[in-house]
């Protein structure tokens, strides 16, 4: 059987994630960053704190990863909002654009609770980890999760091991589940030790009188002192005891065994796989790193830089390719970008190169339109020659060293062809790493060079694809390259509308676009166009504009053809639009919207950042990658929204795909505010370059924003179980529209034809399987599940498969027709007719138990080609009668009560209804049926066995509230 999660750690390197510039170097970690937002207040404990709880996290993971992980290098980012200090070196743009950890303000739906933002699939690094300062500085609310060294350990396994929680934290998890005929509460490993209690403490749990069943408010509360439990971080990391990961469940020491029946997000997303087997295949645990001694000083050197505004030198090819119609785009887009996306305070230069480099402009620094206009008329005016791109990038290192105002710095290298003059790309590379410049790359056309590629992802840039046919893609991707990927001391342009059309004379072109109340500041229209056009915009409250560019190729003009209408003051927030009439038919036109927050912090702008997780496929028909796009009002989730992708491939034709956050397939967490989609191998036009554009569109009648919500990050202390997000809090937002590029792939060995391409491609993993109702007398089971798709979450499946197995490891990887349920069990429900992807499935069967065996049962979906998903997460089945762990007194006591008391009582009604109503049963009939009530009831009396716990290390919860730990016992905590 394919193992997937193989592949699933193949593809974590080449998502795009933050934690790819972490270098580990003889077991410690380098170049590990944390960037501080520029909305977050000045303090100076807590840079304190975090050199503090870094420490102390260095040496939990130095402890938990068995001596062979620690932080040696950390670099804090200080936002230019905070004072200046001889002590803070120049940060470069590589480390404010990919911080690990974030310090900033809350996001509503986690709160203070420290989190990882997980977006991929087990074993893919997720965003970063964000903690809010109220968790460095508070006392009461850094340890309402435990020791921060512990907490933090716990998150960094999430961000850089793509390893899951190990508690019940969506909403097909349980607390508690089946097993061998008694309910087991859901831990890693089961050597945690600890009672049932009610969840607010002022009764004892009430149970099923005869399956034993614990009670919605029946809670597992794990003794907090003195727990013989060493594992998992991944659960209770709070528990003083508590140091080590889970391993292998089978032959690993007992103590450290992974609980593979627990229904938790580990299990299910992680093909039931323990921490340590997620991390032996880790390029982290290679073979290479051996572990340290015991007392090794894991203690991590501080530096501190501070953010300044950013240095970027455009960096333009001008070779004989590049001449005509391709220099006047380049030249149009440039001017717009210089226009509309460099934000006031940074600096540009712009530098040529053809067989020779030449600086056009030194930096610049940017605080007027006067300035726009001078780099403007700077930009290159002919093309010719040969194609030296190591010539450009070397003389854009010396413009950026000659500024003489930072270190590092972005180039922004676009170029349509083949270097074939020296020096070359490789002569240049090693100089830009050791001044640690970032290069961002745009290939104009097909035939660019394709090293470019490697020079951007090594340096830390992005690479974008522009066909040269239609002009919005090259702007969408001039502005992803000056969109901030961190909360730093400055905003940038927002695109709200991006597009290209040909036009015809007789009928003008129309259009609308929305400011809604997060933008509105500097808002303009740009229209780049080949013939002269005539606009009208028209915006709320009467609004009218009428403008006439006559400016045009006709003329030769090589700087016509760009007409920019501001819309002075803050644009009223509302439906704005845009009429353009044509001189001549067949006018092709591209605009672009673009506008920035009212506020200056622009905390409460709504944003969205895209991005790939392949951006080179070498073809074949299981081929597929995934693209993603976060949407965010501030740091909070934007649910509901409609998000599309369109990309332009060789043949220059646009495919469309929607992206979801509703959990399935592509798509890891549900209402996270990430959208996904799967691009699968028949999607592809061909060889090539490929350009992946987004669009946003947000409705006020159906898009929200999380203003309030329950997701959990680590565990709080005396925590066992985090509620599904089902109370959080949201609120409205206005129409609004908003662009983004999420970048260039590309696509090697396609076939000749798509005919060629047969279908291989099976439905997507089922992983929200849960037992809806279980009847343990006569078997009948409900299952639900949400229904994926015919190829990944696209179309509608063929068939279900449902497995039930007496054998947990047979279930899970030796899937075979022995053990497939047929229609004659089936009592509600089809197998044969799936519904749409997304849709609830419920089907009822007839699995009768056998005594205390535990059944496992799972589902697979086929398609009419036979190809068949991997088995779905794994439920269980069992006659349980029984709790694994020990009843708190007052539960004994409760439950006894309730037997000896409202049982009889309401037993005795029905009796005599059913003597007056019913005296013609057949007696043996009753009889038989006494005899089994008797019997069941002589089992829930039975005394429980009861080993008093330490109710005072228990610290519980009491009258709603989890009293301050570490006033208990400072020296331990603090």
């Not at 059987?1 to 592949?7: E, G």
């Not at 915006?539 to 053809?561: A, H, M, Q």
């Not at 699968?680 to 999380?706: C, E, H, P, W």
């Not at 496992?856 to 009419?864: I, K, L, M, P, W």
Request: proline letters at 5%; a negative charge.
């Amino acid at each position: 059987m394919f193992d997937w999660n193989y592949a699933n750690l193949i593809l974590c390197w080449l998502i795009l994630p933050t934690v790819d510039s972490i270098r580990l170097v003889d077991n410690g970690y380098e170049e590990v960053v944390i960037n501080i937002g520029k909305n977050v207040i000045e303090d100076p404990n807590i840079l304190k704190r975090l050199e503090n709880y870094l420490t102390v996290t260095s040496q939990a993971l130095f402890t938990a990863t068995r001596q062979r992980i620690y932080f040696r290098k950390i670099t804090i980012v200080i936002p230019q909002t905070w004072s200046h200090s001889s002590l803070y070196a120049n940060a470069k743009d590589s480390e404010t654009e990919h911080a690990q950890i974030l310090i900033d303000t809350e996001n509503p739906a986690y709160g203070h609770a420290p989190y990882v933002k997980q977006y991929a699939e087990c074993g893919s690094p997720g965003l970063y980890i964000h903690l809010t300062p109220e968790y460095l500085l508070n006392y009461e609310v850094t340890f309402r999760w435990g020791l921060p060294g512990k907490t933090l350990a716990h998150e960094w396994a999430h961000l850089r091991w793509g390893l899951f929680d190990e508690y019940p934290i969506d909403p097909q998890d349980s607390p508690f589940y089946r097993y061998a005929g008694q309910w087991h509460p859901t831990r890693c490993t089961t050597e945690v030790e600890g009672i049932l209690k009610n969840e607010n403490r002022k009764e004892g749990c009430l149970v099923d009188l005869f399956t034993g069943k614990p009670s919605a408010s029946c809670k597992f509360f794990p003794r907090i002192k003195q727990n013989k439990a060493v594992a998992s971080i991944m659960f209770m990391q709070y528990l003083e005891s508590v140091v080590e990961f889970c391993d292998d469940a089978y032959s690993s020491p007992v103590h450290l065994r992974h609980n593979n029946l627990a229904p938790n997000r580990q299990n299910r997303l992680c093909n039931y796989r323990s921490a340590w087997e997620v991390m032996k295949k880790h390029p982290d645990f290679r073979s290479t790193h051996k572990s340290l001694p015991r007392g090794f000083d894991t203690t991590p050197t501080f530096r501190y830089v501070q953010v300044r505004p950013r240095r970027r030198v455009l960096v333009l090819d001008t070779s004989g390719s590049m001449s005509g119609s391709s220099l006047k785009i380049l030249r149009q887009a440039a001017t717009n970008f210089i226009m509309n996306s460099i934000e006031t305070g940074s600096s540009l230069g712009i530098v040529e190169f053809n067989t020779a480099a030449t600086t056009l402009s030194p930096l610049v620094r940017i605080s007027s339109r006067a300035d726009r206009e001078l780099l403007i008329n700077r930009l290159p005016k002919t093309a010719t020659g040969k194609t030296s791109i190591g010539g450009g990038l070397l003389k854009a290192i010396q413009a950026l060293l000659h500024s003489k105002s930072g270190v590092g710095g972005t180039l922004i290298l676009i170029t349509d062809g083949q270097e074939n003059e020296s020096p070359w790309i490789t002569d240049i590379k090693p100089s830009l790493l050791k001044q640690g410049v970032m290069v961002h790359a745009l290939a104009y056309g097909q035939k660019a060079e394709t090293g470019i590629s490697a020079l951007a992802d090594e340096t830390g840039g992005r690479t974008f694809f522009f066909s040269g046919q239609r002009q919005s893609t090259l702007v969408d991707s001039l502005a992803a390259m000056v969109m901030p990927q961190t909360s730093e001391g400055f905003e940038s342009p927002v695109t709200v509308v991006s597009d290209t059309q040909i036009l015809d004379r007789a009928t003008p072109y129309k259009g609308t676009f929305h400011i809604d109340s997060s933008l509105g500041k500097d808002t303009i229209l740009t229209f780049m166009h080949e013939d002269p056009i005539d606009v009208i915009i028209r915006g709320p409250n009467n609004t009218e504009i009428k403008v006439r560019d006559i400016s045009s190729s006709l003329d030769n003009d090589i700087t016509g053809g760009l007409l920019q209408v501001p819309l002075h003051g803050n644009a009223l927030t509302g439906v704005w639009t845009y009429e353009i009439h044509p001189w001549r038919t067949g006018t092709q036109v591209s605009i672009s919207v673009t506008s920035q927050p009212p506020v200056e912090d622009g905390s409460t702008s709504i944003q969205t950042k895209s991005w790939i997780s392949k951006t080179e496929l070498q073809f074949n028909p299981k081929e597929m990658f995934v693209v993603f796009s976060e949407v965010r009002r501030g740091n909070a989730p934007v649910l509901g929204a409609q998000v599309y992708a369109t990309f332009e491939g060789p043949k220059s034709t646009s495919s469309f795909f929607t992206l979801k956050d509703n959990g399935i397939g592509s798509d890891l967490i549900s209402g996270d505010g990430i959208y996904s989609a799967y691009i699968l191998a028949k999607d592809l036009q061909g060889n090539g370059r490929y350009n992946m554009k987004i669009t946003v569109i947000g409705k006020s009648n159906s898009t929200k924003f999380v203003t309030r919500g329950n997701r959990s990050g680590a565990l709080a202390v005396g925590e066992t179980f985090s509620a599904p997000n089902f109370d959080q809090e949201l609120a409205p937002v206005d129409d609004f529209e908003r662009i983004s590029s999420a970048g260039e792939f590309r696509v090697e060995g396609f076939p000749q034809s798509l005919a060629d391409i047969a279908d291989v491609i099976a439905p997507s993993r089922i992983t929200d399987l849960l037992i809806e109702e279980f009847d343990q007398d006569t078997g009948r089971t409900s299952l639900r599940w949400t229904a994926v798709g015919n190829d990944m979450d696209r179309g509608k499946a063929h068939r279900y498969y449902i497995h039930t197995s007496h054998d947990f490891a047979k279930i899970r990887e030796n899937i075979d027709e022995t053990n497939v349920i047929t229609d004659v069990h089936v009592i509600l429900g089809s197998l044969d007719d799936p519904k749409e992807p997304g849709e609830f499935e419920t089907i009822i069967l007839n699995i009768p138990p056998a005594g205390n065996n535990t059944i496992f049962v799972a589902v697979r979906t086929g398609d009419e080609h036979g190809n068949v998903a991997d088995v779905s997460n794994i439920v269980t089945l069992s006659y349980t009668t029984d709790i694994a762990v020990k009843w708190d007194k007052q539960t004994e006591a409760y439950s006894i009560y309730y037997l000896k008391t409202i049982i009889p009582a309401v037993g005795g009604f029905i009796l005599m209804l059913v003597v007056v109503t019913c005296c013609c049963l057949c007696w043996t009939k009753r009889e038989s049926h006494e005899k089994r009530m008797a019997r069941k009831k002589a089992m829930a009396l039975e005394s429980v066995a009861f080993d008093a716990c330490d109710e005072t290390s228990m610290n519980y919860k009491t009258d709603g509230r989890y009293p301050a730990r570490f006033h208990e016992d400072r020296e331990t905590w603090d």
